[in-house]
């Protein structure tokens, strides 16, 4: 069992509002990521992380940003919610398994509604 | 990355095998074949992973033809909990972001 936790679980919250999403794991893990998912559809990468200090863009464009100030630690800040925001967000972390596989430890999810 | 094809959906019986196919016919020779499921709306799960020999683990098979360019993940005996949509995702050893697509979806029946 993988551990990476997010926060909160679930939020609603109003148009405007400044919001950030948790993300912690305790493996050490260098590796971290964010995806954004909405019901049915595919997951698509919007940001991840090599490491401290390290930050990148992922495939799928977002208004949100992350930082990464220590290892365990990867929030996700949204400045201003809108309604299009409104989507499960996943953070993930990854390392090379004992069995030399690259294998990723997803968190719990966020399911977030913006009204 | 090399992408890759799958059926959009298939269905199994309970109790018999699940063959999942994907295509890759543009995969390169550093590049592994990983398979991931995803139950429901929760995250992603590792299931296996394959270079050029067949592998097997506890939870599937996975059978990559000589020439590379496809594989198949097997479910042994599939139960209703094996109901997922199921990823083929091709990587280089030193990847740095997964493109997990849109998958199979599964669906395995009474």
């Known amino acids: 069992e993988a551990d990476i936790y997010q926060t909160p679980r679930y939020l609603v919250i109003g148009t405007g509002k400044k919001i950030t999403l948790e993300c912690s794991q305790t493996m050490g893990h260098d590796k971290m990521y964010w995806y954004q998912q909405d019901p049915g559809m595919e997951l698509h990468l919007i940001h991840y992380?090599?490491?401290?200090?390290?930050?990148e863009k992922g495939d799928l464009s977002s208004e949100s940003t992350v930082s990464r100030i220590r290892t365990e630690h990867f929030p996700l800040t949204l400045e201003s919610a809108r309604p299009s925001h409104t989507s499960q967000y996943l953070c993930?972390?990854?390392?090379?398994?004992?069995?030399?596989?690259?294998?990723?430890?997803f968190g719990p999810g966020t399911r977030l509604t913006v009204t | 990355d090399a992408k890759t094809t799958q059926p959009t959906s298939m269905d199994c019986a309970e109790g018999r095998a699940a063959n999942l196919p994907c295509n890759h016919s543009?995969?390169?020779?550093?590049?592994?074949v990983y398979w991931y499921r995803q139950i429901h709306s929760q995250g992603p799960q590792y299931i296996i992973h394959g270079l050029k020999n067949n592998e097997t683990n506890e939870m599937a098979s996975l059978i990559i033809t000589e020439d590379r360019k496809s594989s198949t993940l097997i479910l042994p005996h599939a139960t209703l909990r094996d109901t997922a949509v199921y990823y083929c995702i091709v990587l280089k050893y030193n990847f740095n972001k997964f493109y997990f697509g849109s998958g199979t979806k599964l669906n395995v029946k009474p």
């Open positions: 992380s090599y490491g401290v200090n390290s930050t």
């Open positions: 543009t995969i390169s020779g550093n590049e592994y």
């Open positions: 993930a972390s990854s390392a090379v398994s004992g069995t030399g596989a690259y294998e990723q430890y």
